[in-house]
């Protein structure tokens, strides 16, 4: 109930507003079939999805798109992407991209995969595709543990970050190191294109959506691999509250995943 | 344009058969016997603009297949036992995404008739298992195998081996016309995105714009169709077995030398037929029942410790007593190549099957 | 409750507004320090699922953060047009 002595008015925010205005935001993405997921409140996972979906409808490719899809919470959202889609096993996606673009050269083809996914599970599949320069632009959305099973250290759970296997903290001489993905894949020949975003807050969103417009286009003149990796919110999965999960990423994993472009027209960015 | 019969080793006659039958993808790694199989399409895919990978693993081999069947395009990948055994989980959820691929397992032996028929992977499920006798017959099923998978929507398997893989047999190859097939309306190819139709081609029945699923009316759909598929695609081959005492039941290349054993045993006026199952899935039950009608044993000629022979007990219940007559028998690397593979042991087997007399078990060699 | 028009705040008027699908929220606020002209706090009212929503305050600009960083697709965004409002 609004407190009659707030001396703050509070504008109504169910219905449109009345007079001259136009509408410059939609609140659902472009390309979706419903706006309805159950992914846990205050996930990274659909804020990256609105943004890859909006690229890829800015750039016309709609009817010219196939994700492959990994094994992870962000699964569930195909169910509201109105994009062509194929569903790859946990760590696959790299090769059944592979096959689809070999077969569809015309077609913007991009996977979709999660940190557990890619950098445990698919390691190899994303290293190789990356490696033979594929005309593919792979998507990781990294929050740095398994959100799906419920908060278990991946290959990039950074040092000190608590999951349910590393209860203490991720521990160097215990569980060994997180592997930087995108620095990885930056230094392969194969790869045109990388850069790591994050969607702590809006200025991140922003710069995500850039990177993502420049990797589509540099698959679309074939320069080669092309990859971004998306730092996300997975509060669930870090036991914090939700309010805390943009601080948390952008000070914890984010020092060590550092967000930038690492690679732009075969070229690495030196930082 | 018709093809001259020439001398084809089977990897080659294999690949050229593929891609008569329109593969135009083809993904694999090395491992004897199957490798020449991907040399070939390594060499003559890119002639036809199709596209090979000289995959770094079999599960990324199987994955690229995947990948590139799903949009529409007639795709193929191979290996043998070990790699076969890498590629089950991604056999597994394509048999249940419905995406028809064609895998060519030159297996070392018959020891795969497991791995091959029950399928080796998680879930609910079987696909379709075809097995030549000769390079003549694999160019045929090559061709047929890319047809059923179209109509199925359903991986088919070429159960192969050294033999098939290596040796040199005079063939022609031209594209066989096995009839009309639907369009593929269900394929990837890009285009509906934005349109509300777009399409998610998953194994587990997720539906685009619904946030449930439906695991149970997905996988009682697809059992429906490989009930569909068990009725209508039994092959098999009987030769004589209308007066047989003792029918021979054997496939592969190994039912050649069972060919060869019955000749002489006829010649010796034993009634000995021989049945050959052609697809080890589904494999033909009435068939080989009917042809057992009569016979005082059917014995059982595998190359391994005794798999199909389960088969064979399932399809005649009891009606008929089974006796193995083959066994463990490979050589020395491991190939498949064994002291089984000769007609005579066959024979003598055989005889000792006819007469009631007990049949060596264990090691052929 | 009346919608809010150009005339409600000010001389200038609200330069923009947010519509919240309030069904779809999960409570979870990062809209609340996403906003940078801090009018987004989080009210004591629930949706039916039981997540607490968060309400508008004076003084948004229509900037659209909120639903940039909104993971349940919550937000649509007005901006005012001001020609539009004096040629009315």
Redesign the interface.
């Known amino acids: 109930?609004?407190d009659p002595n707030d001396p703050?008015?509070?504008?109504?925010?169910?219905?449109?507003?009345?007079?001259?205005?136009?509408?410059?935001?939609?609140?659902?993405?472009p390309l979706?079939l419903m706006?309805?997921?159950d992914?846990?409140?205050?996930?990274?996972?659909?804020?990256a999805l609105?943004q890859i979906l909006d690229a890829i409808d800015a750039m016309d490719m709609a009817q010219r798109a196939i994700g492959t899809i990994g094994i992870g919470c962000y699964t569930a959202l195909t169910s509201l992407m109105d994009i062509d889609l194929i569903q790859a096993l946990h760590g696959r996606a790299p090769s059944v991209a592979t096959g689809a673009k070999r077969m569809r050269p015309e077609t913007l083809v991009f996977t979709l995969q999660g940190d557990g996914d890619m950098v445990n599970e698919g390691l190899q599949e994303v290293i190789h595709t990356a490696a033979r320069g594929e005309n593919v632009t792979c998507i990781l959305l990294n929050n740095g543990v398994f959100g799906e099973t419920g908060g278990h250290m991946t290959a990039t759970t950074v040092l000190g970050q608590r999951t349910k296997n590393s209860i203490e903290g991720r521990d160097a001489g215990e569980h060994g190191f997180p592997i930087l993905i995108g620095d990885l894949l930056a230094r392969l020949e194969g790869t045109a294109y990388c850069a790591r975003a994050s969607?702590h807050?809006?200025k991140g969103?922003?710069r995500t959506r850039r990177f993502l417009d420049r990797a589509f286009e540099s698959q679309m003149k074939g320069q080669g691999f092309s990859f971004v990796e998306i730092l996300t919110?997975c509060?669930t999965g870090w036991f914090l509250p939700?309010?805390e999960?943009?601080d948390y990423l952008d000070q914890e994993l984010g020092a060590i995943h550092e967000v930038g472009e690492l690679k732009k027209d075969g070229v690495l960015i030196e930082s | 344009m018709p093809h001259e019969r020439r001398l084809m080793e089977g990897s080659e006659a294999i690949a050229e058969a593929a891609i008569a039958a329109g593969c135009r993808f083809f993904s694999g790694y090395p491992m004897t016997p199957f490798t020449e199989v991907l040399e070939c399409f390594a060499k003559r895919l890119p002639e036809e603009g199709g596209a090979c990978i000289n995959a770094e693993s079999e599960i990324e081999a199987i994955g690229q297949a995947w990948g590139a069947a799903a949009t529409g395009a007639r795709a193929a990948t191979g290996s043998t036992g070990q790699g076969l055994s890498l590629m089950q989980e991604s056999m597994s959820e394509i048999t249940r995404a419905e995406i028809p691929i064609v895998i060519f397992n030159m297996a070392r032996g018959q020891g795969d008739y497991f791995q091959a028929t029950r399928g080796g992977g998680h879930g609910d499920y079987r696909h379709i298992v075809l097995s030549p006798q000769s390079v003549g017959e694999a160019v045929d099923l090559t061709q047929l195998a890319f047809h059923l998978a179209d109509k199925w929507r359903h991986p088919v398997v070429i159960y192969g081996d050294y033999l098939i893989a290596h040796t040199a047999e005079a063939v022609g190859i031209e594209a066989i016309d096995y009839g009309p097939l639907p369009e593929k309306e269900w394929a990837v190819d890009g285009s509906l995105g934005g349109t509300g139709r777009s399409r998610n081609v998953n194994p587990i029945g997720m539906e685009k714009g619904s946030k449930g699923i439906d695991p149970n009316g997905f996988w009682q759909k697809l059992a429906d169709k490989e009930d569909a598929i068990l009725d209508a695609e039994q092959r098999y081959e009987a030769v004589d077995t209308e007066d047989a005492d003792l029918l021979i039941v054997a496939f592969g290349t190994l039912a050649r030398f069972a060919r060869a054993a019955m000749r002489d045993l006829r010649a010796e006026g034993l009634k000995v037929g021989l049945f050959r199952p052609i697809s080890l899935w589904p494999f033909p039950k009435e068939a080989l029942a009917k042809a057992a009608e009569g016979c005082k044993r059917v014995a059982v000629l595998e190359q391994n410790a005794g798999q199909m022979i389960e088969d064979v007990q399932l399809s005649l219940l009891g009606a008929v007593p089974v006796v193995p007559i083959g066994g463990i028998s490979t050589d020395p690397a491991g190939f498949g190549i064994g002291a089984l593979l000769d007609s005579d042991l066959i024979a003598g087997r055989a005889r000792d099957a006819h007469a009631g007399r007990p049949v060596p078990r264990g090691v052929v060699s | 409750?009346?919608?809010?028009?150009?005339?409600a705040n000010g001389k200038r008027g609200?330069r923009?507004?947010?519509?919240?699908?309030?069904e779809?929220c999960?409570?979870?606020?990062?809209c609340?320090?996403?906003c940078?002209p801090e009018v987004l706090r989080m009210?004591?009212?629930r949706n039916a699922s039981g997540?607490l929503l968060p309400?508008?305050?004076?003084g948004?600009t229509?900037c659209?953060?909120c639903?940039?960083?909104?993971?349940?697709?919550?937000?649509?965004?007005?901006?005012?047009?001001?020609?539009?409002?004096e040629?009315?």
Do not use: Q
């Open positions: 109930m609004t703050l008015r509070v504008i109504p925010t169910d219905a449109p507003p009345i007079g001259a205005c136009r509408k410059t935001g939609d609140s659902l993405p979706t706006g309805e997921h992914l846990c409140p205050g996930c990274g996972e659909p804020l609105r969607v807050d809006a969103v922003a919110m509060p939700t309010a999960g943009p | 409750m009346s919608a809010p028009s150009t005339e609200p923009g507004t947010v519509v919240i699908d309030a779809r999960k409570g979870c606020e990062l609340i320090p996403a940078p009210s004591s009212n997540y309400e508008l305050l004076e948004c229509g659209g953060a639903l940039m960083v909104c993971p349940d697709f919550c937000f649509e965004v007005y901006r005012f047009d001001p020609k539009a409002a040629g009315a």
